[in-house]
């Protein structure tokens, strides 16, 4: 009979492993290998300090290992070894897992002393987040009208290079916010304010949010993003957000017929605000400046028209379980919809 060879095993074993290699180069846009903020960037730090400290300890037990199964193992007319006790060896391996343990638990350890104590700036942007089954909801302080609060949903405007203090707060249930890119994880819990780390974004880009708390059904689709941009675009975003009279659409046009429904025949208005509008409902997202958002659902599609008609019409379609609003698609005809999807995507920075 042929021995039994290992080529077959060991091919196997290459092929995985630079399959798993080559899935490692994929890029996503939840990863924390790109950080954009300071505090992503001390969270990565940490991250390989960890990662290169676990690599040489399974290094070190693997080639220990793999050096006793060879050194000691049955050759033909001898049996394996049997060794019994060695107080060195045993003295060593525990001291040695001690050591590791301290070395990783002190960095860790400072790091979290100094994450939950760092000052917020005299400048900083203050924003309280909300979770919301299942949608965020944004309010910065100090920034609506008249030093009050200005609202928005899903999607959040940072300057770049300005310090960011985020309080988490849910009305329901546990959620946790969490921007790879940027900062997180950390709950939303319904009852307490959780503090995020002040930090400061350092890259203009549009960062991906998730709600990493197992939230209920719609709970993978609760998503949000993040778009830090240049002080000047961010200022004109908060001015716009805050004009107190929106001009009114041309009268027959498609904007103003997608307003009247909004408003009157729809009903939307009751569940959600479009500052400078009638529109003044609170229990739906803020849709003050929707032209402006590059998502629709709570970041799970691209705000293009058509997924913007498909969420109006018939959101749980789109994300089942959404809570709620209603389907429009029964009460509203094909044309009203459309209208009133030409509206929201006019609502710009002009
Ligand atoms: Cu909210 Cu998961």
């Known amino acids: 009979m042929p021995r039994p060879t290992l080529i077959r095993p060991t091919l196997l074993a290459v092929a995985l492993m630079a399959i798993a290699v080559g899935m490692a180069a994929c890029t996503s846009p939840l990863t924390t290998f790109e950080p954009a903020s300071d505090a992503a960037d001390r969270i990565l730090s940490l991250y390989i300090l960890i990662t290169v400290a676990a690599s040489i300890v399974g290094i070190l037990v693997l080639g220990a290992m793999a050096y006793i199964l060879i050194k000691f193992r049955a050759r033909p007319g001898r049996k394996a070894q049997q060794i019994h006790g060695n107080n060195k060896l045993e003295i060593a391996w525990t001291i040695a897992p001690i050591l590791v343990l301290v070395a990783i638990a002190i960095p860790t350890m400072v790091w979290i002393a100094t994450s939950s104590s760092r000052a ?145 025949l729809g009903g939307c208005a009751a569940c959600h605000t479009i500052a400078g509008t009638a ?37 749980r379609s789109v994300k089942p379980g959404a809570r709620f609003m209603p389907t429009f698609a029964d009460t509203l005809s094909e044309a009203q919809i459309a209208d009133v999807v030409t509206y929201l995507k006019s609502l710009r920075v002009p």
């Not at 958002?293 to 969420?311: F, K, M, S």
């Open 120 to 264: 917020v700036a005299d400048d900083a942007i203050l924003v309280t987040a909300t979770g919301y089954q299942w949608w965020f909801e944004f309010e910065y302080e100090g920034l609506g009208p008249d030093g009050g609060t200005l609202v928005t949903a899903n999607e959040l405007h940072l300057p770049v290079g300005r310090q960011v203090a985020i309080e988490l707060r849910s009305v329901d249930v546990i959620h946790s916010f969490w921007v790879p890119a940027l900062i997180g994880k950390t709950d939303m819990v319904p009852n307490r304010e959780n503090r995020l780390e002040p930090f400061v974004p350092n890259e203009i880009g549009e960062f991906w949010g998730q709600c990493a708390e197992f939230c209920g059904v719609a709970h993978a689709n609760m998503r949000f993003r993040v778009h830090v941009e240049s002080l000047a675009d961010f200022d004109a975003w908060v001015a716009e957000m805050n004009e107190q009279t929106r001009a009114d659409p041309e009268p027959g046009s498609a904007e103003a017929r997608g307003k009247r429904v909004f408003e009157v």
């Open 279 to 315: 529109a003044a409902g609170r229990i739906g997202p803020d849709l003050t400046l929707f032209g402006e958002r590059t998502t629709v659902g709570a970041g799970i599609l691209p705000a293009t028209d058509e997924n913007v008609r498909a969420w109006v019409s018939d959101l």
